[in-house]
T-cell receptor, first 111, second 114 residues
Framework: GQNIDQPTEMTATEGAIVQINCTYQ??????LFWYQQHAGEAPTFLSY????GLEEKGRFSSFLSRSKGYSYLLLKELQMKDSASYLC????????????FGPGTRLSVLP | DAGVTQSPTHLIKTRGQQVTLRCSPI?????VSWYQQVLGQGPQFIFQ???????GRGNFPDRFSARQFPNYSSELNVNALLLGDSALYLC?????????????FGDGTRLSIL
C-alpha cells in the first residue's frame, strides 16, 4: 500500500525558518516532489529529490532519506506570501510512475 | 507559453447526471494525469495517459473514465454523479516518463453536485 504523512497545520512568523516534514511508505519509489498550493489555485512545483541529501533552491531546500522514508521542506526568510498548503508527493516505480500525494500541510505565516 | 488549461472552471450538476471535463496539456507534453482533490486534502490520482494509452488508474469506480486524443488533450468523464463527487478536478501534464519530470497542474475544474 501507499501512505504519506504530513502535519496538518503549522504556524510561523515572518522572517523565520520553518521545516515541514513528510514520511512515506510506498511499494515503489522513483522520486519525491514538493508542491506549493495557494487556496483556490493549482499546485506549483517546488523541488525534486531522488537521491539522499539536500537540494537547495533559493529560500527553499528539500532533504531526502530513502532508508528512513523521510523528507523535509525547509523554508527560510519566511514571507507572508508563503502562506499556503505544501504537498509532498512520491512518484511510484510502477508502469505509469504515478504520483501519490500526501494530505498537505497548511502553513500560516504571521506578521 | 500557455500552461495546462482546463475547462470549464466551474460546473454545477445534480445527482445521476454525467459530466465531461477537458484538459489541454502544455505544448509538447505527451503525458496527462487526472486528480480529484477534496477540500482540505491532497490530490488523489485517478488516471494517467501517455501517448494516448492508459498508463495508470487509481482506486476510483468504473463511473470514471478518460481518454487522450491525438493532439494529447484529454477528457475525464464521470457518469451517475454522486454527492461525494463534489471536488476540484485537476489535470497535470509532464514532458515524459523520466523520473525527474515534475507534473505541471492546470487551475482545475470545481465540480459541485446538488
Amino acid at each position: 500500500g501507499q501512505n504519506i504523512d504530513q502535519p496538518t497545520e503549522m504556524t510561523a512568523t515572518e522572517g523565520a525558518i520553518v521545516q515541514i516534514n513528510c514520511t512515506y511508505q510506498t511499494s515503489g519509489f522513483n522520486g519525491l516532489f514538493w508542491y506549493q498550493q495557494h487556496a483556490g489555485e493549482a499546485p506549483t512545483f517546488l523541488s525534486y529529490n531522488v537521491l539522499d541529501g539536500l537540494e537547495e533552491k533559493g529560500r527553499f531546500s528539500s532533504f531526502l532519506s530513502r532508508s528512513k522514508g523521510y523528507s523535509y521542506l525547509l523554508l527560510k526568510e519566511l514571507q507572508m506570501k508563503d502562506s499556503a498548503s505544501y504537498l509532498c508527493a512520491v512518484r511510484d516505480r510502477g508502469y505509469g510512475q504515478n504520483f501519490v500525494f500526501g494530505p498537505g500541510t497548511r502553513l500560516s505565516v504571521l506578521p | 507559453d500557455a500552461g495546462v488549461t482546463q475547462s470549464p472552471t466551474h460546473l454545477i450538476k445534480t445527482r445521476g447526471q454525467q459530466v465531461t471535463l477537458r484538459c489541454s496539456p502544455i505544448s509538447g507534453h505527451k503525458s496527462v494525469s487526472w486528480y480529484q482533490q477534496v477540500l482540505g486534502q491532497g490530490p488523489q490520482f485517478i488516471f494517467q495517459y501517455y501517448e494516448k494509452e492508459e498508463r495508470g488508474r487509481g482506486n476510483f469506480p468504473d463511473r470514471f473514465s478518460a481518454r487522450q486524443f491525438p493532439n494529447y488533450s484529454s477528457e475525464l468523464n464521470v457518469n451517475a454523479l454522486l454527492l461525494g463527487d463534489s471536488a476540484l478536478y485537476l489535470c497535470a501534464s509532464s514532458g515524459g516518463q523520466a523520473s525527474n519530470q515534475p507534473q505541471h497542474f492546470g487551475d482545475g475544474t470545481r465540480l459541485s453536485i446538488l
